[in-house]
């Protein structure tokens, strides 16, 4: 893997990628956690008595607080789940009704769910410090001052933390709404009085993060609104609710410092969740300060991490999923409140949205699984899959007025915010522009690409620039690997996150960028690209672009991508340097039945009635190879090739994460060559079965029905640019 970095490089390029201010924020943040004067400041106000109501709300009794919440006179998004069981029994029909009601049943008998799509038995109350997984528990009495988010002792602190989110509220109340059953409210606040009864306030495990801190108090709020005309809603219950809300709100602002520093999600849950406590509960004593340090905070966060053209900073687009959710619940709540917010949190909100809507497939719902993505789903209030992203559609646009989906079962999320969709419109796909997003799209509504290529001004969290995404009538054939786990053991602590298992190119068996941490990439690796349209192309059919992440080899790899109307996609990848370099090429499958042929390296894949047959070849000879879950299922050496050919990456490749914590088959093609460089590779994907590619005189050429649609050089030299576009196919020269 060539020859590591000095420590001393290392930190001096750790310390340039943070910066002077974020650095010292997060220098700040430690120096208090080591010293031990954290741990003292929290200990100063453990134990429920120091948040009992008569202190953080002087004058105000319980019975007030839970009146003007039944009776709507402290607004929220409904003031009774039960008023909208009738309009959520329309919109989820009767098996989708018995659905929410069986998953609901699942949550008593102690089968919570998790990131999204998976469920593990966790008893009910939950067994709050233990891990579902592994068996493992953390002693409520460890200090989170002293904690890490992993350890042999507990494995990863996520699983760990995740019933303390308390996401299992939101199935309980739609269940509520649809059957008036007590037994859920009842559930909720058991399960209340036991998560306080065993976590006294700033002194455990659950306490580390501010970002958790700040979703209970959004999922509690939540809660005590929809059951607030409920018998188990008593005057003490919440008064109980409102003290824990109080404390999780003051936790949330001890630590903004490292919030601050990492520029990223937690920043704006955290400024989210104190804006709510200050805005829902102003009896509080300390609810001005929050609402105005959540606001501040809140536009500081959205105007750095959201860009003009609504790309999110992270690079993720669960995380942006997850941004979007935090700012429509403010947005809302603002509205109904007549809270003032800066105007720059609804346009960069606008934005997030727009671009957002751009990656949703049309026909199956589900966005690209691209950039890190931890399982987060804060608001899951719709029957429908983790990676389906119509129900944050249909309430954005409820939200923010844009034109809406068509009529689904996503249409529910829009109505536990008080607001109708908007009308459905047929509006036209117009990307945002793609050279300042550094995100591409090739393609129609039916077979369309993404593309990567961007500049990073912030410390990125994945070495994939070139990664390709292939969607065709609903099915991502090319696709992310996904993430699967932060803080599990090797390879699996977030190894995801590499060059070698995106569909790219890897030089030297060597990451684009130099890994200095598990969520820590320096050197980083910089590209730039454009898209064209044919002059009878509505939609952008042709991409071209570089990067420069194996420049310390004297290497460059430029990639051109080609959406054949119709037909599917050539893909030219240019190595281009000088000496003897490895260069491998990879592509992530659907797990779907497939055959594999030699000479030249095609593998087809059916799919029902279809096939997509995939071919791979390069100007020198090569290896290839097909691998699923991490062996190796087929492959040809090459007399050439490299003689570790697929060596220490293989046990990463051939698998998907759909979600935080599950790993599922997938098929990876690899093809590799050892060779003086310049090196080209070329992929044809085909989806008509009308077509064929054919091999002569040095060129590829695609037909169907023996017509011409493309041809392209397999030759590097003296052929750059040289791809030919037949008239008789309908796709121009660009």
């Known amino acids: ?80 789940a039960q008023n909208l069981g009738t309009s959520i029994r329309k919109i989820t029909g009767p098996d989708g009704e018995k659905d929410v009601l069986a998953e609901a049943e699942r949550i008593l008998a102690g089968f919570l769910p998790f990131f999204g799509q998976l469920s593990f038995p966790c008893a009910f109350p939950p067994q709050w410090f233990q891990n579902p997984v592994t068996g493992q528990s953390v002693s409520p009495q460890h200090p989170w001052t002293q904690m890490r988010f992993a350890s042999p002792a507990y494995g990863d602190l996520k699983f760990i933390l995740e019933p303390s989110r308390f996401l299992f509220v939101y199935p309980l109340v739609r269940a509520y709404a649809l059957s008036g059953d007590e037994r859920f409210p009842q559930a909720f606040w058991n399960a209340i009085e036991d998560w306080a009864r065993h976590n006294s306030p700033m002194a455990g495990p659950l306490w580390i993060c501010g970002q958790e801190c ?83 905070l809140l536009q500081e966060a959205v105007l750095d991490q959201i860009t003009p053209e609504g790309v999110s900073q992270q690079h993720s687009f669960n995380y942006q999923r997850m941004i979007l959710h935090l700012l429509l619940w403010t947005l809302r709540l603002a509205d109904i ?19 957002m809507r751009t990656w949703v497939d049309p026909e199956s719902g589900f966005a690209p699984n691209y950039g890190s993505d931890d399982g987060s789903q804060i608001l899951p209030l719709a029957s429908c899959q983790y990676r389906d992203f119509c129900p944050l559609l249909q309430l954005g646009a409820a939200v923010l007025g844009r034109s809406a989906l068509k009529p689904g079962p996503w249409d529910e999320a829009a109505l536990w915010f008080g607001i109708k969709p908007a009308v459905a419109e047929e509006a036209a796909l117009v990307p945002p522009s793609s050279v300042e997003t550094g995100y591409f799209r090739l393609g129609n ?22 990664h390709v995404d292939l969607w065709w009538q609903g099915i991502n054939l090319a696709r992310d690997a996904g993430t699967y786990l932060y803080n599990g053991s090797p390879p699996w602590n977030n190894g995801l996150a590499g060059t070698a298992v ?64 119709g037909a599917g996609w050539v893909i030219v990848d240019d190595i281009e340097g000088a000496g003897v370099h490895d260069a491998c090429l990879h592509w992530l499958a659907a797990d779907l039945p497939y055959e594999v042929s030699d000479s030249p390296f095609q593998v087809v894949f059916t799919m029902g009635q279809s096939r997509v ?5 390069a100007g020198v000879p090569g290896s290839a190879a097909v ?19 697929m060596d220490a990456d293989t046990h990463l490749l051939g698998w998907e994460s759909p979600t935080y914590g599950a790993l599922r088959p997938a098929v990876s093609l690899i093809y590799e060559t050892r060779s003086q460089l310049p090196v080209r590779f070329v992929t044809v994907v085909l989806t008509d079965e009308r077509c064929k590619v054919e091999s002569a005189d040095g060129q590829l050429v695609i037909l169907r029905d023996d017509s011409e649609v493309y041809r392209v050089n397999l030759s590097t030299t003296g052929t750059r640019g040289a791809e030919k576009h037949s008239p008789a196919s309908g796709v121009q020269k660009t």
């Open 1 to 80: 893997m060539g020859k590591p970095m000095s420590k001393l490089g290392t930190m001096l390029l750790v310390g340039r990628t943070f910066g002077m201010r974020d650095g010292m924020l997060r220098l700040e943040y430690e120096l208090q956690r080591g010293s031990g004067l954290m741990l003292w400041r929290m200990r100063s106000l453990q134990g429920w008595d120091s948040w009992d109501l008569n202190r953080i709300a002087p004058g105000i009794r319980a019975e007030e607080m839970r009146a003007a919440r039944r009776d709507g006179a402290r607004r929220f998004f409904f003031t009774d």
């Open 214 to 296: 700040s979703l209970r108090i959004l999922a509690w709020t939540f809660a005590l609104h929809a059951f607030i005309n409920s018998p188990p809603t008593t005057n003490e219950r919440v008064a109980l609710l409102v003290s824990m809300i109080a404390a999780h709100a003051w936790r949330t602002a001890q630590t903004l410092g490292y919030a601050r520093s990492q520029r990223s999600n937690h920043l704006i849950s955290e400024a989210v969740g104190l804006w709510t406590a200050g805005t829902l509960y102003p009896e509080l004593r300390e609810a001005k300060v929050w609402q105005n340090l959540g606001t501040h």
């Open 337 to 355: 409140h007549d809270a003032l917010l800066p105007e720059e949190i609804r346009a960069r909100t606008q934005a997030a949205f727009e671009f």
């Open 445 to 466: 509504e039916c077979s369309w690409a993404l593309i990567r290529a961007g500049r990073y001004t912030r410390r990125p969290f994945q070495a994939d620039q070139l």
């Open 502 to 565: 995106h569909n790219t190119v890897t030089v030297d068996h060597r990451d684009q960028m130099n890994r200095a941490g598990r969520f820590l990439w320096v050197d980083w690796a910089q590209a730039s690209g454009r898209s064209y349209s044919s002059p009878d192309q509505v939609y952008a059919d042709r991409f071209e672009g570089e990067h420069d992440g194996y420049k310390r080899f004297g290497v460059k790899h430029r990639r051109t991508v080609q959406w054949l109307a």
């Open 613 to 617: 047959r995939w071919s791979i070849f």
């Open 627 to 645: 691998i699923r879950s991490g062996k190796q299922a087929w492959k040809r050496n090459g007399k050439h090739s490299a003689p570790d050919v």
